[in-house]
C-alpha cells in the first residue's frame, strides 16, 4: 500500500510540474513575441526532469545538450545529404545518439527530435527557437521547482553521476 502512495504521490508532482513547465512554455509561444518555444520531445523530458530528477538523463548539461546536438545533427544531414528521407530520418537519428553518447550528455527524449526536424524540413531558426531558449526554460523551472519547491537535490553534482 505505501509503494502504490509513493507512485500516486510522484506521479501527482510530476503531472503537475509538467503541466506548469509545458504551461509557461506554451503561454510564451502562443501570447508574447518571444517565439516558439515548444518541441514534442519536450513533453518527454517533463517525465525525466520533475518524475526522475535524480536520473544522470534528467541533469540539465544532458537536457541542453541532448536536445541541442540532436537538432543540429539532424540539420545538417538534412541540409548535406540529398537522399530520401526514409534514409535522412535514422541516419539523423543515428548520429544524434551517437553524438549524445560521444558527448556523455544522453538525454532519451531528445533522440526524436531528428525525426522532426527532417519531417518539417526545420532550418538553424528550429535550433534556436525552440530548442535552445526552450530547454533553457525547461532547465530554469526543472532547477527552481526540484530544489526550492521540493526539495530535491537538483541539479547533481558532476561527482555524484
Given at each position: 500500500?505505501?509503494?502504490?502512495?509513493?507512485?500516486?504521490?510522484?506521479?501527482?508532482?510530476?503531472?503537475?510540474?509538467?503541466?506548469?513547465?509545458?504551461?509557461?512554455?506554451?503561454?510564451?509561444?502562443?501570447?508574447?513575441?518571444?517565439?516558439?518555444?515548444?518541441?514534442?520531445?519536450?513533453?518527454?523530458?517533463?517525465v525525466?526532469?520533475?518524475?526522475?530528477?535524480?536520473?544522470?538523463?534528467?541533469?540539465?548539461?544532458?537536457?541542453?545538450?541532448?536536445?541541442?546536438?540532436?537538432?543540429?545533427?539532424?540539420?545538417?544531414?538534412?541540409?548535406?545529404?540529398?537522399?530520401?528521407?526514409?534514409?535522412?530520418?535514422?541516419?539523423a537519428?543515428?548520429?544524434?545518439?551517437?553524438?549524445m553518447?560521444?558527448?556523455?550528455?544522453?538525454?532519451?527524449?531528445?533522440?526524436?527530435?531528428?525525426?522532426?526536424?527532417?519531417?518539417?524540413?526545420?532550418?538553424?531558426?528550429?535550433?534556436?527557437?525552440?530548442?535552445?531558449?526552450?530547454?533553457?526554460?525547461?532547465?530554469?523551472?526543472?532547477?527552481?521547482?526540484?530544489?526550492?519547491?521540493?526539495?530535491?537535490?537538483?541539479p547533481?553534482?558532476?561527482?555524484?553521476?
Amino acid at each position: 500500500m505505501n509503494d502504490l502512495k509513493n507512485r500516486f504521490y510522484t506521479a501527482s508532482i510530476t503531472s503537475f510540474f509538467a503541466f506548469i513547465t509545458i504551461g509557461v512554455l506554451s503561454f510564451l509561444t502562443l501570447n508574447t513575441d518571444f517565439g516558439w518555444l515548444l518541441a514534442g520531445s519536450f513533453g518527454a523530458t517533463m517525465v525525466l526532469v520533475f518524475g526522475f530528477p535524480e536520473n544522470l538523463f534528467a541533469q540539465p548539461k544532458n537536457v541542453f545538450f541532448g536536445h541541442f546536438i540532436t537538432t543540429l545533427s539532424g540539420i545538417l544531414i538534412l541540409k548535406y545529404f540529398s537522399i530520401p528521407e526514409y534514409l535522412l530520418i535514422p541516419i539523423a537519428v543515428g548520429v544524434g545518439i551517437f553524438f549524445m553518447i560521444f558527448f556523455d550528455v544522453v538525454h532519451p527524449p531528445a533522440g526524436g527530435n531528428p525525426i522532426v526536424v527532417v519531417l518539417g524540413q526545420e532550418s538553424f531558426g528550429f535550433l534556436i527557437y525552440p530548442i535552445v531558449f526552450g530547454s533553457i526554460i525547461i532547465i530554469f523551472l526543472a532547477v527552481l521547482i526540484n530544489r526550492y519547491l521540493l526539495k530535491k537535490k537538483y541539479p547533481l553534482n558532476e561527482s555524484s553521476y
